[in-house]
Every structure is written in structure tokens, then in C-alpha cells.
């Protein structure tokens, strides 16, 4: 770790002696997906794919409709674990595409605490992410790891 | 099925500077509300010396290479049979605005499964600071659907 990251000694992590396996993060929970949404996503994220924007070439492809963006459920993901850690603390964030996320649907992120341990005087905790839409199937899932300074 | 000679390849290193503008018309299309990733003096008082980069933003930039289609190309992969399967990063220390980032890409493995239907190529590519440090590890599975 360099000087940057020492001088954000004012980081505020939850109490780490309080959590326990199954713990739940505070929820984060999205608005139904818009087109508009996408066409965002494409510019900001430089992902011009035109089948998540384009509903003639989403069509041309064998698609009913355009999709969402697996990277901007990622990106929800990462904001469910920053909301809950500065971002500092974030070693490492891992998901797996499950199914397509829809125009329409509304995604609720969600994280547990899976493990909790000790490592080399470094304490973690290993958490369960996942996305999903009302129905509750499963979009994304992955873990992140979270390691207190 | 794609050549397996191809594993251990590495492309050619490309930089990529980070942005201000991106990291905050990012922050609007993902809906992120935290100021520390759109004013400036919300992130100085936070204690960064300028915008961070998010987690999930490292994928983006990487896709400011030369050519984004480097390895599809090089493995002769149609991108209509292409799905993302996963993708992974491990952070070492944080990324700001006006950084200028090195990406260095490995293709790490290819394999199949159910007897080729599926083949799978993992790329890895290593982010480093313009002062040489490592920033971030990334892992990207990408799912070839064979017919």
C-alpha cells in the first residue's frame, strides 16, 4: 500500500468484531431498466454493442429485444459493496453472468456476509453478492472480498 | 475450436488516461449518488487526491485499447456467438482521474466443455499506475457458443 491509500486513515468500515456470517448488507434496490438507461451505459461505458441499444439489430441477432449490459448490473453490484465499505476495502470482486437482464425489470442487489476470518493480522470478510429481478432469478451472483486496514 | 497454442499469449501493452468527464458520465449512467465520485472536493475530503476510478470501471477502460478486438480476431472468434461468463478484478490500490494506466493482457487459458458445444477463453491483464504500481488485476471469461 503507497502514502494514497494511507492517507485515508478516516475510512469508515463497519465493526468488524460485530459481524457474523449471514449478516445482511443494506439492499440496493433499482429502478425498473429503461431504454434510456442503456443508451447511457453504451456511452459511458464505451460497450457500443449495438444489441443492448439497437432493437433493429437486437432483432437482426435473434433477440426479441435489446438487453441490458452484464457490466452495468456489475457495476451495481460494486456499488452495493461501496455503499457499505469505502471502496479502499474492496480487494477484490468477482460475478458470474447468470441470465439476461431485461428492459423492464426491476433489480434488487443484495449481499451477505459468507465468511469472516483473520489472515496474517489482516481482517476480512469474503461476501456473497447477487442480483436479481422481482421474481427473484437470479442475474448475477459473485463474492467480494473485503479486508479492514 | 480455437487453437490452444494460443495460450500464454500477450498483446501488446497499451495506456489509457483516465478522465474526469468518463468517471462522472459513468457515475450518471450507473446511478451512483456517493459525491466522491463526481466533485472533486467531496473526494479531496474523503482523503483522495481526485475522482476514483470505480471498481467495475477498469473493464471499461480496457476497452480503450488500439484494437478492443485484438483477441477475437487473433482466435478467429465470431462476436455473435460470444457471451460474457465472468469477470473478476483484484484491486492493490486505488485509481484517479488523470492517471495514466498501463493495460498488459494475457490470454490465460482456453478449455471446452460438453464435447467443444461451449469453449471458454480467460483473459488476464494486469493495470498498472504511471508511477509503475500495480492497480488492479482483471479476469474476463468470455463463453464461445459453438454449433
Known sequence: MNDRNLAMTHATLPDWNALQPGDALPPLELPPISRFDLALYCGASGDHNPIHVDIDF????G???????GM???AWLARLVTNWVPQLAIRSLDVRF???????ERISCTGTVAEKFDREGRRSVLLKVASANANGVIKLSGEALVAWL | MIDRRHIGHTLPPFQVEVEKGRLRFFAKATGQTDPIYTDEAAARDA????LPVPPTFFFCLEME???PAAIRELLGMDYRSLLHGEQGFSYYTMAYAGDTLTFRQRIEDIYDKKNGALEFVVRKTRVSNQQGELVAELRCVTVVRNQ
Open chain 1, 58 to 61: 437486437a432483432k437482426s441477432a
Open chain 1, 63 to 69: 433477440m426479441p429485444d435489446v438487453f441490458a449490459h
Open chain 1, 72 to 74: 452495468l448490473s456489475a
Open chain 1, 98 to 104: 447468470a441470465a439476461l437482464t431485461h428492459v423492464g
Open chain 2, 47 to 50: 482523503g483522495h487526491p481526485g
Open chain 2, 65 to 67: 485499447a488500439p484494437n
